[in-house]
Structure formats: C-alpha cells, structure tokens
Nanobody, 112 residues
Framework: EVQLVESGGGLVQPGGSLRLSCVAS????????MTWVRQAPGKGPEWVSF????????NYADSVKGRFTVWRENAKSTAYLQMNNLKPEDTAVYYC?????WGQGTQVTVSS
C-alpha cells in the first residue's frame, strides 16, 4: 500500500530551524508530484509547498516563501522541507501528500 512517513518536527524557539522529511513507499515516488500541507489547531488544512516529480518546479505559499525550501531525492524516495526563521504562526502538524494519500504528520511547535 501507499505509505508516507513524515519526521523531523519538534519544539523550537522563534527564529529557529527544522528540516522535515517525508519517506514514501508503495508507489513510484520518482514519478509523483508531492505537496506539503499543514494544519494548525482549530484551522483547516493549509497548502505550504509543491514540488514537481522531477524536482525542477517548486511553489510556496506566500506565508512561507523566502523561509522554507522544498527539494527531493528520488533515489531515496524522500521529500524534504527546510524551515528557517520559524514563527509562532508556523505551529501546526505538517503532512506530505499526493493525490489523497497522507502520512501521519509531524508536529512543529514554535514557541518561546
């Protein structure tokens, strides 16, 4: 079956950094576009970033552009999200997603 496993979340202070990973299995990762989505408490899902299956095209929500970077290593079936200069409003559960397949998410908490 399709499986996506996110990791790398944690508790950081404002201005800190985290790197999230998404390891995929059960499908041909190198042929699939991937999306990062987050959901904060009391809010619906928010699109964060997109990366084309080849890695050459990326897009970011305005709220994270300039602070977050997405890339992928298809040989490892892994997508990454580097998160710099984190802000309290970045606090959320972060998921990777493709065509309705979601992982369990990883919690990111930004607080002083």
């Amino acid at each position: 079956e399709v499986q996506l496993v996110e990791s790398g979340g944690g508790l950081v202070q404002p201005g800190g950094s985290l790197r999230l990973s998404c390891v995929a299995s059960g499908f041909t990762f190198g042929s699939k576009d991937m999306t990062w989505v987050r959901q904060a408490p009391g809010k619906g899902p928010e699109w964060v970033s997109f990366i084309h299956f080849g890695g050459g095209t990326t897009n970011y929500a305005d709220s994270v552009k300039g602070r977050f970077t997405v890339w992928r290593e298809n040989a490892k079936s892994t997508a990454y999200l580097q998160m710099n200069n984190l802000k309290p409003e970045d606090t959320a559960v972060y998921y990777c997603e493709h065509r309705g397949a979601w992982g369990q998410g990883t919690q990111v908490t930004v607080s002083s």
